[in-house]
């Protein structure tokens, strides 16, 4: 007899409101409260709050809810630096103290290590800078309603519609400096239409704005553009629909690190803030114990951000990274930097064929930073590398945790874990993980 299909009816959501209250903080750093026995995930609030909660998705494992009052408030809850916060999706932790926002991160990273690592993990102090004005990079949303009007800022919390922004907390100085003259500039053009989003980037030796458009702007569009960057003596990238990207005004971007000049175009990866960053890979270089005999393997290097700096210090690096212009500029950066020792190859290593000449050397030392889906496709093959050092570098703790097993399962022992500060008042965080050998750290 034939069966037919009938989709399930959707469970209406629970209008009435709930009091919650709220138990611990997850690793977003959403509030989780319990209604029978059933964890529920409210935004905006901290432990030990009792919260007034409308639910606004309800799973069979799960529910999630907005916060509608609170009836008490969390000793560690303070004003929101921000009078966007609640409309805004950029932050979800400015009403929680930075101090306790660093130890509910470590917090966290502690719990998720040690379900894989078993022994008590002692961790690393945090790597931390100022709490505002740290971002030196962001994408700036635009859109044009049809009466012609500008939409300019970041999407909001849990919506696709455009928070108009003219300063952010987070951002730098520089970057503030040019989003609030940026408006008026970009309202005046003939083809506003045609406007996609942009990228403020703070360099080290220039300020720049990326512009892409779905299609190619006007001649006067560009000179009215190009007038502004020279006014604020920013550099100026236009990525025009299919077009090649142009750089009309001003010098290329580059940051320093470790002595070394990393030059990077508008559409390359950079992490966000500067200061951790430098502490980053100082942190790393460190925990990798590099010595003049080394050969070091750098698996998703990106433009060379540990590997140039890590070129000055060993025999030789190689570095992989698995998008063609990015292990351009790496070597390139190499070789302006006069690191005539690293070399740099193109590989998928979310793959598990791991072909190239590269895979075949062997290395005493490796680092990998990988994205947030982590190394699962390259994991094994560190696992079996014999390498005496390995620092994992992550902006996910949990994948962190998951290819984790795989080192400690195949001989590796978790020497050292610290958490970086990397993205104040949001729930992201980055970590650092150093293995080795049992062996080796026994002996």
Not at 49 to 70: F, H, S
Not at 273 to 294: P, S
Request: aromatic share 6%; proline share 4%.
């Amino acid at each position: 007899m034939a069966r037919f299909f009938k989709p399930e009816k959707k469970k209406k959501v629970e209008q009435k409101h709930q009091l919650l209250t709220i138990e611990r903080l997850d690793h977003h750093g959403d509030g989780v409260g319990f209604l029978q026995k059933k964890p529920v995930f409210v935004p905006g609030t901290l432990p030990g709050e009792q919260a007034l909660v409308q639910l606004t998705e309800q799973k069979r494992q799960y529910a999630r809810g907005q916060l509608i009052k609170l009836d008490n408030q969390a000793a560690q809850r303070i004003e929101p630096g921000c009078p966007l916060y609640q409309q805004c999706g950029g932050c979800s932790l400015q009403h929680l103290d930075h101090q306790a926002q660093v130890a509910h991160k470590q917090q966290t990273l502690n719990e998720l290590m040690q379900k894989f690592a078993g022994d008590e993990i002692t961790l690393s102090t945090p790597i931390e800078d100022a709490a505002w004005h740290y971002r030196r990079r962001a994408r700036i949303s635009l859109q044009v309603d049809k009466k012609g009007a500008l939409a300019m800022g970041f999407r909001a919390r849990q919506r696709s519609a455009i928070i108009t922004v003219n300063q952010c907390p987070v951002l730098s100085a520089p970057l503030n400096r040019l989003l609030s003259s940026l408006r008026p500039c970009l309202e005046s053009l003939r083809g506003r239409r045609v406007l996609g989003h942009l990228d403020v980037i703070d360099a080290d030796n220039t300020s720049v704005v990326s512009l892409r458009t779905t299609k190619g702007l006007h001649n006067d569009d560009r000179h009215a553009l190009m007038a502004w960057a020279q006014t604020q003596d920013c550099t100026l990238y236009l990525y025009q629909g299919d077009m090649a990207p142009e750089r009309l005004v001003g010098p290329a971007p580059y940051y320093n690190m470790a002595g070394c000049q990393l030059a990077f175009a508008p559409s390359d990866f950079i992490q966000v803030n500067a200061k951790v960053n430098q502490e980053m890979v100082g942190q790393a270089l460190d925990w990798l114990a590099l010595e003049q005999d080394d050969r070091v393997l750098d698996l998703f290097c990106g433009l060379g951000n540990f590997s140039v700096p890590m070129a000055k210090r060993v025999k030789h690096v190689v570095g992989i990274e698995g998008v063609q212009a990015m292990v351009d500029q790496a070597a390139d950066n190499a070789a302006k930097n006069g690191c005539e020792n690293a070399e740099f190859y193109q590989a998928d290593l979310n793959s598990d064929a791991l072909m190239g000449e590269w895979a075949q050397q062997d290395f005493t030392k490796i680092l990998l930073d990988p994205a947030r889906a982590g190394a699962a496709g390259v994991i094994d093959f560190v696992a079996q590398s014999k390498a005496s050092h390995i620092v994992y570098v992550s902006c996910n703790p949990a994948t962190l945790a998951r290819d984790a097993r795989v080192l400690l399962d195949n001989g590796y022992q978790l020497v050292t874990l610290g958490m970086l500060d990397m993205f104040p008042q949001t729930g992201h965080m980055e970590s650092m993980a150093l293995f080795m050998p049992v062996t080796k750290r026994l002996a």
